[in-house]
């Protein structure tokens, strides 16, 4: 006879869990990898609790000796990021994508935030964070950390909501007949459903943070400069020196650190997250990895991660919430007039904001300066949409070839990793070099370097999408005999579709943000400029012009909320009405 209450049924007994086996070579294996990356982390954190005077008397410097110290420094901050940038996508997305009200606040400041250019953050974060710790380095690694971290949180937080509106209609059923509450939903449906598309948004994200880590890493105060000991610093000073050889070094660290966390963090949560996918039949050709298959061969592990599985077993036991609702009829909670308040208290602040910016812009400004910012605004934005037309084409089939064929996956993952991770700012010596040498136009050869950092988000998201085909409708394509177009048209396009739309947002998202650094570009007295509001608002900055920043910025907000009403919310609508899997 069971004398267990109900919540405790299915539950392990207590002391299966804490029965020993005998280590095998796994494990030993697997403790001293975990004892290495221990004693990494204790060491790179190290420095973090010292006095800010320090850094003055220990200086950055060009040696090579000192460059595996500053890499792990780096990756240590960025790993922090990211983790912050994990924890904001599950509370943020998953609010936006179940609640309608939230949804009108999230999404459109999401499209803003993405948007900001990273020195507008650190202009406010960096004395808000070294107030919290004065006097410590703590207040400014905190101030790098959240910069970082917003370059990596916008696209995760839009993959992770375009994968909840997205999810099957059939699973959804499955949910309301168990009466799954809103926190099962989300353990048992939600969160494994996003997890292989946020595993590759993650990786795109941390290669995405090392674009800014000379701007996160070598901060300026006022007239004081702080600089942290990391490769972005590192970078800056060469860059500064015109050192190629120092250069040189840092980009060999970047490729050694991403060969690293590639092979000993994001292969083995692909191969993990593997088992996620929405499918009927199994796949003979999964992703695999020498670390996941060592952790997997563990018999001690188990035993001492057990307290953290438990943890979440108990919270789905003693969960005694209500069945959740639909996220189809999301946009029937609420009463009439309770969403006609709403809108209309977003609306008032709406235009409240406008016209506190119109009134602030117009004290020192005409009327023919507003004009002129929306002509290079739409000059911008042609380069943007030119920019993101010639990315697809070359990047969704070769996104497409490789997500179905997870061996060559495997190979090519470091390397795209390692092409999203390099420092446009690198290339951009040799490009006013070629442009000055065969006197070219800076207005259409400096274009591409605005996509240089951000086209790797449409590959990286069709790489998740066609990964996410399911295998039995892959063999049914196979077995119909659809080839050459037919099969783009009736299987490949539709299911990247949905993925597609959140790399090209995002890319499109970035661009903007990079037209800032990519329109005007210098080395030593070289300086050229191309028309449009990423070099106003470079200009504008540079000259201290408070006013003519606060209007450029305001004018890319609007058309970028406008370019994604526009575009890309009605594909978003279009890939959940007509693309979503059954």
């Not at 208290?345 to 009327?367: D, E, K, P, Q």
């Not at 295998?471 to 597609?500: C, H, K």
């Amino acid at each position: 006879m069971n004398t267990l209450p109900p919540f405790a049924r299915g539950v392990r007994p207590f002391s299966r869990i804490l029965r020993l086996t005998r280590p095998n070579r796994a494990d030993v294996i697997a403790f001293l990898l975990l004892a290495g990356l221990s004693v990494l982390v204790i060491r790179g954190t190290e420095g973090v609790a010292e006095p800010l005077s320090q850094l003055r008397t220990a200086p950055v410097t060009l040696d090579p000796w000192n460059l595996p110290g500053y890499a792990l420094r780096t990756t240590l901050r960025m790993f922090a990021a990211l983790g912050a940038s994990l924890v904001f996508t599950l509370v943020i997305a998953t609010l936006a994508a179940r609640s309608r009200r939230a949804e009108q606040i999230i999404v459109p400041a999401l499209d803003i935030l993405q948007s900001v250019p990273i020195l507008g953050f650190l202009t406010f974060t960096v004395t808000f964070f070294m107030g919290l710790f004065p006097g410590q380095q703590l207040g400014v690694e905190c101030a790098a950390v959240f910069a970082i971290f917003t370059s990596q949180a916008w696209n995760m937080a839009f993959s992770f909501y375009q994968s909840l509106r997205s999810i099957p209609s059939d699973l959804e059923e499955v949910s309301r007949g168990f009466g799954l509450s809103p926190l099962r939903r989300f353990l048992r449906l939600e969160l494994p459903f996003a997890t292989p598309a946020l595993v590759w948004n993650a990786m795109m994200s941390m290669s995405g943070g090392w674009f800014f880590v000379v701007a996160s890493e070598a901060i300026t105060v006022g007239n004081t400069t702080v600089t942290l000991p990391g490769i972005g610093s590192w970078l800056a000073i060469a860059i500064e020196h015109r050192d190629f050889v120092s250069i040189g070094w840092a980009v060999g660290a970047m490729a050694v650190v991403i060969l690293l966390y590639d092979q000993l963090v994001f292969r083995p949560v692909v191969a993990w997250a593997d088992r996620f996918r929405f499918e009927q039949t199994a796949s003979t050709d999964r992703p695999r990895s020498w670390a996941y298959d060592l952790f997997r061969r563990t018999r001690l592990l188990p035993v001492l991660f057990a307290p953290v599985t438990m943890i979440g077993q108990m919270l789905i036991l003693f969960d005694r919430g209500r069945p959740a609702r639909p996220v189809a009829n999301r946009d029937r909670t609420g009463s009439r007039i309770g969403n006609l308040i709403w809108t209309a208290l977003l609306t008032i602040a709406s235009l409240f904001a406008v016209w506190t910016i119109a009134t602030y812009v117009a004290r020192t400004l005409h009327w023919e300066d507003a004009v002129t910012v929306f002509g290079l605004a739409c000059l911008t934005m042609l380069r943007v949409l030119a920019l993101i037309a010639i990315a697809s084409v070359i990047w969704v089939p070769i996104g497409v070839w490789i997500g179905l064929r997870p061996k060559w996956a495997e190979r090519l993952q470091p390397v795209a990793q390692f092409l999203a991770a390099f420092p446009a700012n690198v290339l951009f010596p040799f490009a006013v070099i070629a442009i000055v040498h065969w006197k070219l136009s800076p207005d259409i050869w400096l274009s591409p370097l605005m996509v240089l950092g951000t086209q790797w988000y449409i590959l990286f998201n069709v790489i998740a999408g066609a990964s996410a085909i399911p295998t039995d409708l892959r063999e049914a394509a196979d077995i119909f005999g659809l080839r050459g177009w037919q099969w783009w048209r009736q299987v490949a396009l539709p299911g990247i579709f949905p993925y597609y739309v959140t790399g090209a947002l995002t890319a499109s998202g970035g661009s903007w943000n990079a037209s800032i650094v990519a329109e005007a570009v210098s080395w030593g007295n070289e300086k050229l400029t191309a028309s449009g509001l990423g070099a106003f608002i470079a200009d504008a900055t540079a000259a201290g012009d408070y006013p003519r920043v606060a209007l450029g910025i305001a004018v890319m907000s609007i058309f970028v909320i406008a370019f994604n009403r526009l575009l890309w919310r009605p594909l978003y609508t279009f890939a959940e009405r007509r693309l979503r899997l059954a």
